[in-house]
DNA sequence: AGAGCACTGATCC
DNA sequence: GGATCAGTGCTCT
């Protein structure tokens, strides 16, 4: 199966802010089991700044990685974001993750 | 061409 | 219940 990566792209940017997705929902929307492709996908992402990356989360409520970082300064920052956005977060996972949680389907 | 990775589900302990 | 294995597809070296 091939991932489409630009469909993760146009997945993404359809996320709404204070929602959140997960790496597992933008497979299954692709029709495809390569999850760890998902993130190099968006960790390579050429829109950086336009692709809101920092809203795509492990399906465990963790929050994954952000620019290339699993973990670091760059995290924090993007708890920050999410729950600047309405996601609240505590430690590095998601608090009320079901409810930020969206599939964008 | 080969290895690595921002993952996940299934096994193994 | 945590640790480890296997499967997966894209990017980097």
Do not use: W
């Amino acid at each position: 199966m091939i991932i489409k990566k630009e469909g993760v792209y146009l997945l993404l940017k359809q996320i709404p802010s204070g929602k959140v997705t997960t790496y597992k929902a933008l497979a299954n929307l692709l029709h495809t089991k390569g999850y760890r492709a998902i993130g190099q996908i968006v960790k390579n992402n050429p829109f950086a700044p336009i692709v809101p990356c920092h809203r795509v989360v492990r399906s465990d409520g963790s929050l994954g990685g952000y620019m290339g970082q699993i973990s670091g300064p760059l995290i924090q920052k993007k708890k920050k974001l999410l729950l600047h956005e309405g996601v609240v977060c505590e430690g590095n996972k998601i608090r009320d993750f079901k409810k930020v949680f969206t599939d964008l389907k």
